[in-house]
Nanobody, 124 residues
Framework: QVQLVESGGGLVQAGGSLRLSCAASGRTFSSYAMGWFRQAPGKEREFVAAINWSGSRTYYTDSVKGRFTISRDNAKNTGYMQMNSLNPEGTAVYYC?????????????????WGHGTQVAVSS
């Protein structure tokens, strides 16, 4: 079992920044990839970013490349996502997820544990 708890969401103006955190407990966090997904109102949950078990490889959806940075601290069992230059399209609930694999992927089905999400709202 893995418990994931997101934090760091909030309300920010367009152009602003937020840093999301994902605290993990249970299964050995450092052995598995983790990802961030988001779900806007009325839309499907979509992939945002992923990082492999060691942190050496990252993967982003095109719309956030150059603005978001995913990272992890395995010693603290915590993952992060720094979000810069936010725009209103970034308004969503953001979820972290722990993968079944050690490699980073964008495929929802490869993630077996999910947090409850943290709300991000970006005002124009």
């Amino acid at each position: 079992q893995v418990q994931l708890v997101e934090s760091g969401g909030g309300l920010v103006q367009a152009g602003g920044s937020l840093r999301l955190s994902c605290a993990a407990s249970g299964r050995t966090f450092s052995s598995y990839a983790m990802g961030w997904f988001r779900q806007a109102p009325g839309k499907e949950r979509e992939f945002v970013a992923a990082i492999n078990w060691s942190g050496s490889r990252t993967y982003y959806t095109d719309s956030v490349k150059g603005r978001f940075t995913i990272s992890r601290d395995n010693a603290k069992n915590t993952g992060y996502m720094q979000m810069n230059s936010l725009n209103p399209e970034g308004t969503a609930v953001y979820y972290c997820a722990s993968s079944l694999r050690d490699v980073a992927t964008s495929i929802r089905g490869t993630y077996d544990y999910w947090g409850h999400g943290t709300q991000v709202a970006v005002s124009s």
